[in-house]
């Protein structure tokens, strides 16, 4: 089992940044691809961002490209992403996830084992 706790969220003004931080504890988190999606309310889940079990390998949503930075420090057993350039529609409740598995299909949902509780993000036009 992978226990998850992401922080980091907060009010945020339009062309902002904030970074967001997940802290894992259980098993050997640099064993585990971590992962970051969103949800808005009324809304499915959606992909953000992904990054492979030593960092070294990352995969984005078309939508944050270039303005979203995923990565991860396994000695901290944490999982960030770094946002800037903020928009309003960057505004939902983010959440981390976690799986032993990094490859196809990373965007989605059912491929995640292990997800975090969320921390909510709002920007501000």
């Known amino acids: 089992q992978v226990q998850l706790v992401e922080s980091g969220g907060g009010l945020v003004q339009a062309g902002g940044s904030l970074r967001l931080s997940c802290v894992a504890s259980?098993?050997?988190?640099?064993?585990?691809?971590a992962g970051w999606f969103r949800q808005a309310p009324g809304k499915e889940r959606e992909f953000v961002a992904a990054?492979?079990?030593?960092?070294?390998?990352?995969d984005y949503a078309d939508s944050v490209k270039g303005r979203f930075t995923i990565s991860r420090d396994n000695a901290k057993n944490t999982v960030y992403l770094q946002m800037n350039s903020l928009k309003p529609e960057d505004t939902p409740i983010y959440y981390c996830?976690?799986?032993?598995?990094?490859?196809?299909?990373?965007?989605?949902?059912?491929?995640?084992?292990?997800w975090g509780q969320g921390t909510q993000v709002t920007v501000s036009s």
């Open positions: 259980g098993r050997t988190f640099s064993s585990y691809a």
């Open positions: 990054v492979s079990w030593g960092g070294g390998t990352t």
């Open positions: 996830a976690a799986d032993p598995y990094f490859g196809r299909h990373v965007d989605k949902t059912d491929r995640w084992d292990y």
